[in-house]
């Protein structure tokens, strides 16, 4: 929760101090950077991904699970099924594509995007998602029993930025094909959260997405990420969306110190 306070508090002096230069329901400041000086490229198996998403994601409807934000949020209902814009149809389109028998989300939160991973999953497949919070005590909560009766969709109530939790999960963790993780997008969780990850030993070189990677205190860790990494924030969530591709590689450059 410390965490989340320091990011709203660090928000708001942004906004008094450098305020948009025009009306926009919600503003986030960022940075551009150089590409030449990347540390990492896209991998032909990424460029592959994610052209056959966007392609996929433009057929995607989520109007039923848009029907669950009726009078929940102050933004439109419909934008769950927003795209480009927001990144719900994208990762809809993602598990169609991979068709993973395993999806782990990190931070449930409301649950739309746990829905929205869920409504195209293969027959034998599974999304599991952790979060700190359990999804009936979660503010406004879009899931509802009948969505984990059937235990295509779980929930784990853990912390995986916690090294301990990490372990005791680690069989799951090393089956997953795709992991989204949107959790507090502070950069040091995230951090924490793919140090533990280098401990797992993932069987199937599973594709990471991260959410809000255009956010400023997101930079610093998805510039240092050394795996392969393609950024689709024109396809995906207008604060950003980020694929990665787990490899044998370390998990950071230089100055992140983290090997796999």
């Given at each position: 929760?410390?965490?989340?306070?320091?990011?709203?508090?660090?928000?708001?002096?942004?906004?008094?101090?450098?305020?948009?230069?025009?009306?926009?329901?919600?503003?986030?400041?960022?940075?551009?950077?150089s590409e030449d000086d990347a540390v990492s490229?896209?991998?032909?198996?990424?460029?592959?991904?994610?052209?056959?998403?966007?392609?996929?994601?433009?057929?995607?409807?989520?109007?039923?699970?848009?029907?669950?934000?009726?009078?929940?949020?102050?933004?439109?209902?419909?934008?769950?099924?927003?795209?480009?814009?927001?990144?719900?149809?994208?990762?809809?389109?993602?598990?169609?594509?991979?068709?993973?028998?395993?999806?782990?989300?990190?931070?449930?939160?409301?649950?739309?995007?746990?829905?929205?991973?869920?409504?195209?999953?293969?027959?034998?497949?599974?999304?599991?998602?952790?979060?700190?919070?359990?999804?009936?005590?979660?503010?406004?909560?879009?899931?509802?029993?009948?969505?984990?009766?059937?235990?295509?969709?779980?929930?784990?109530?853990?912390?995986?930025?916690?090294?301990?939790?990490?372990?005791?999960?680690?069989?799951?963790?090393?089956?997953?094909?795709?992991?989204?993780?949107?959790?507090?997008?502070?950069?040091?969780?995230?951090?924490?959260?793919?140090?533990n990850f280098s401990a797992a030993c993932f069987?199937?070189?599973?594709?990471?997405?991260?959410?809000?990677?255009?956010?400023?205190?997101?930079?610093?860790?998805?510039?240092?990420?050394?795996?392969?990494?393609?950024?689709?924030?024109?396809?995906?969530?207008?604060?950003?969306?980020?694929?990665?591709?787990?490899?044998?590689?370390?998990?950071?450059?230089?100055?992140?110190?983290?090997?796999?």
């Open positions: 929760m410390r965490n989340k306070f320091q990011v709203r508090v660090r928000e708001a002096i942004q906004r008094r101090l450098f305020p948009s230069p025009f009306p926009v329901r919600h503003a986030l400041y960022s940075m551009v950077f490229r896209p991998s032909e198996r990424l460029l592959d991904i994610s052209v056959h998403t966007i392609q996929r994601a433009r057929t995607i409807d989520l109007a039923e699970i848009s029907r669950r934000l009726s009078g929940r949020f102050t933004y439109p209902d419909s934008t769950i099924n927003l795209w480009p814009g927001e990144h719900y149809r994208l990762l809809a389109a993602l598990v169609s594509v991979l068709r993973p028998k395993l999806v782990v989300e990190i931070g449930t939160a409301e649950g739309n995007s746990a829905l929205a991973l869920a409504q195209e999953l293969p027959p034998d497949g599974q999304v599991v998602t952790f979060d700190i919070v359990a999804w009936h005590q979660y503010p406004r909560s879009c899931l509802m029993a009948a969505d984990l009766s059937t235990g295509r969709l779980r929930q784990i109530v853990a912390d995986l930025g916690d090294p301990a939790a990490c372990a005791q999960y680690a069989d799951l963790l090393r089956a997953a094909d795709l992991v989204f993780i949107d959790a507090v997008k502070d950069g040091a969780l995230e951090r924490r959260i793919l140090q069987h199937n070189s599973p594709i990471l997405v991260f959410d809000d990677i255009r956010v400023w205190n997101m930079l610093k860790i998805r510039r240092e990420i050394q795996l392969p990494k393609m950024d689709l924030t024109s396809f995906g969530h207008w604060c950003g969306t980020g694929l990665c591709e787990w490899t044998g590689l370390p998990v950071f450059g230089t100055n992140g110190g983290v090997g796999m």
